[in-house]
């Protein structure tokens, strides 16, 4: 796309400057005891999960993890609704409140100072993590993708009409990227390198790069089904039509298994879904053999993140929940 090359160059030119934060403890929703009421066809009453995360009254849509500490989950839902929560026992630190519509993006800054919160009317929330107070807002379109710069306090964001949007916060500093008419389904910050894409049939959903380095370049997916990775990179692409995709720059891979979302393990070559069916499942990318599976949902997982650790996956459900699940596997 045209927008590409300025905005890595508008991501060059920002003055990054890094506050200093803290958490903090505050109220208690959890709850561990398995539930076999609500489970929808198919759906297995197995709870392989530590810790259920049960504030939310309606579907889940989004979860991330503090980078920091990796002790604490922020969580949107089609109840307008968001919460900051620990990992460890489910207890509430605060609601992110005020929004106006389902939010389905949410995420932490790099040194989780900030928390991020954004609802589909395109309203968009930036709270102090320390002192649980608000610190900033603004109001964009039909809002798409929201995702935190990897080493400063800049927040980028993409809409339905196409454009782009990035912020320094807290002060509000804001430069656009005009774009296609093509919504901007999904983006993420890749590693310094030129831009390739990678054709695709059907609508992208989501993608992934492992990171080995942080840069300046953005992916963009947009809903003729295309992505772009850095060169010498490799990403993971998941279409609508359930097919995974693992792509570098001479051959694919593919999975198939009702994809929502997707995440690639930091320095592995082990590739995180979560699928319509309720299930965690981790597959080898260089083979394309499933490690293993993980459930204890009632509905389908709308979202999930790995600790840094890879240790942990926190998930999000249809059945109004979020949970953690500890991962083992035979080589760690």
Known sequence: ????????????????????????????????EEDDEGLEDG???????????????????????????????????EDDKAFVW?????????????????????GFSHDSVFVATGDMSGLIKVW????????WSFEVGDLEWMEWHPQAHVLLAGTADGNSWMWKIPSGDCKTFQGPSCPATCGRILPDGEAQRLPGEGSVTCSEVPRKSCGNHLCFCRARGEVEVGEGGSAVVGYEDGTLRIWDLKQGTSLHSGIVQLLWEESSAVVYTCSLDGAVRLWDARSGKMISE??????????????????????????????VFCVQRPDR
Not at 1 to 24: C, I, K, S, W, Y
Not at 128 to 135: A, P, Q, T, W
Request: hydrophobic share 35%; with cysteine.
């Open 294 to 323: 993980y459930r204890g949902h009632a509905a389908e997982i709308l979202d999930f993140a790995v600790n840094k650790d890879a240790s942990i996956v926190v998930t999000t459900s249809g059945d109004h929940q979020a949970k």
């Open 1 to 32: 796309p045209t927008h590409r090359g300025d905005l890595a160059h508008g991501v060059e030119d920002v003055d990054f400057e890094d506050d200093e934060g803290a958490d903090g403890p505050e109220g208690e929703a959890w709850d561990t």
């Open 86 to 106: 620990r990992l460890s026992d489910g207890e509430l630190l605060f609601e992110c409140s005020g929004h106006k519509d389902s939010v389905t993006c949410a």
């Open 43 to 77: 759906m297995e009453a197995q709870d392989d999960s530590e810790v259920t995360f049960a504030l939310h009254s309606a579907s889940v849509f989004c979860v991330s993890l503090d980078p920091k500490t990796n002790t604490l989950a922020v969580t949107g839902g």
């Open 128 to 135: 102090r993590v320390d002192s649980k107070e608000e610190v």
